[in-house]
């Protein structure tokens, strides 16, 4: 039996299969949709801007689901559209209605993220306003977790800006190597022990080199990977730690 028939290891390549084929789904509605596109923008800015003001844990989580879900309606919304043009190329009145309410139920998602927004957010402007602005510090594990979901989103949004690439196989950046590279400095914060950061770079330094003997990414994209981790982990560390 080769090891890749192996129950388990089935299942783990069937689940990264699925999960390709899944951001891939995110990338085409993020270069084809330009509400997609704003919203994965927006989610961005309110993460960091959530860091950079030092919102509470479980506000953070608050603003964290309800930005996803804004984010999930309009990709619903965008699918929906998908299929009523395929099933009705021509105008029909029916097929106005499904849209609208497919709209409108983003609309609804919308609005009341900005109104629980508002009320978590607006005791943090008064702050500013009466103590003024400092940049909030945070652990380092927080730090590394950020770091983590920024750097997805860039690849996410530069995949689909560049037009061309798999999320997980194939096209510049490489996500694994930007994903492993932001670990990799964030190991450097975290512990403080020479031995197992060198392991670890020898780990992610073979990962990148995987991907590029499998001629799955070329050494432009692995690259520019390993630069926008690290660089933006850094970064990262830099303005928060």
Known sequence: M??????VLRLLFHWIESANSATEGIIHATRTQRHVKIHLIVAFFVLFGCFLIGVEKYEFIAIALITLLVIVAEMFNSSLEVVVDMK???????????????AGAVLICAVGALIIGYLILWPYFLRIINEG???????????????VIIIMLMVIM???????GHPL????????????FSIWVSITYIIDNTVVIFCTLVIVLGLSLTRLFRNTHSILDIFVGAIL?????????????
């Not at 510090?137 to 590394?144: C, L, Q, V």
């Not at 530069?158 to 061309?164: E, I, P, Q, T, V």
């Open 158 to 164: 530069l995949k689909a800006y560049l037009g061309k």
């Open 133 to 147: 602005f400092w940049i909030a510090k945070h652990y380092p594990e927080n730090i590394a977790f950020l770091a």
């Open 2 to 7: 080769k090891l890749r028939e192996l129950p």
């Open 169 to 180: 196989k194939g096209g510049c950046p490489s996500g694994h190597t930007a994903v492993a």
């Open 229 to 241: 981790g690290i660089l933006t982990t850094y970064t990262l560390f830099w303005i928060f730690y």
């Open 88 to 102: 009705c190329p021509e105008k029909n009145e029916m097929a106005r209605i499904a849209k609208d309410i497919a």
